[in-house]
């Protein structure tokens, strides 16, 4: 297996389910990202993670939960979403030179999640 | 507000013309810009990117062209291919607050055969 995979690549979830989104690197990179893109919108960055630690939060709501047990994977835990949550939640991942530093220039994508909330 | 805008949502071309995508930005503090390209189900992949020290980055059939006073960039395809057609999205970086990548919505090209 190569490049960036997600599982699950669809899934239909109700409000008060909990599920998990996962995603792998086999890149050998120290960096991972999660994106939602909703329809007609722009890529949103939600987390960002460098050397396992999480560096970015961009103001999401807290029923989005990521996790970085180590370089390679990532996962986003879902609870008690809502309708509007519904959309393609995009992995990336890329090789920094040092943490803190200048992020790096290229990312590397995963297929993405086709999220529905029902 | 958006600080990278892609303005056409979707673009068609003949086969064998010229594709050109453009993109427009805010922050002056971006210095590097990257144009993805997306096919359905599947995630966007890295086409090309320019630094903001040149004008123009070239690469087979695909050219970007940066026009920093303008804060103006733009994919040139030629010659364009059924293959091409897909979501292209521009995006942007730089140092400080915007060393994140920032993306624009996307532009939807379609090659007619």
């Known amino acids: 297996e190569t490049g960036v995979t997600q599982t699950p690549r669809h899934l239909v979830m109700g409000m008060t389910n909990k599920k998990s989104l996962k995603c792998e690197q086999h890149?050998?990179?120290?960096?991972m990202y999660w994106y939602k893109q909703s329809a007609k919108k722009p890529l949103e960055l939600m987390f960002v993670y460098n050397f396992k630690e999480q560096t970015e939060n961009n103001s999401v709501p807290s029923r989005f939960s990521p996790e970085c047990p180590n370089s390679s994977h990532l996962f986003l835990h879902l609870h008690t979403l809502q309708p509007e949550d519904s959309a393609l939640y995009l992995c990336?991942?890329?090789?920094?030179?040092?943490?803190?530093?200048?992020?790096?220039?290229?990312?590397?994508f995963g297929p993405g999640t086709r999220l529905l909330v029902l | 507000d958006q600080q990278v805008k892609q303005n056409s949502p979707s673009l068609s071309v003949q086969e064998g013309r010229i594709s050109i995508l453009n993109c427009d930005y805010t922050?002056?503090?971006?210095?590097?810009f990257l144009w993805y390209k997306k096919y359905p189900a599947e995630g966007p992949t890295f086409l090309i990117s320019?630094?903001?020290?040149?004008d123009k980055n070239e690469d087979g059939r695909f050219t970007v062209f940066l026009n920093k006073s303008a804060k103006h960039l733009s994919l040139h395809i030629v010659p364009s291919q059924p293959g091409d057609s897909a979501v292209y999205f521009c995006?942007?970086?730089?140092?400080?607050?915007?060393?994140?990548?920032?993306f624009g919505s996307g532009t939807q090209l379609t090659v007619l055969p």
């Open positions: 922050n002056s503090m971006f210095d590097y």
């Open positions: 995006a942007a970086k730089g140092s400080g607050s915007a060393r994140q990548l920032t």
């Open positions: 890149l050998g990179h120290n960096a």
């Open positions: 990336a991942s890329s090789q920094e030179v040092v943490s803190g530093g200048p992020t790096a220039r290229t990312q590397y």
């Open positions: 320019i630094s903001s020290i040149k």
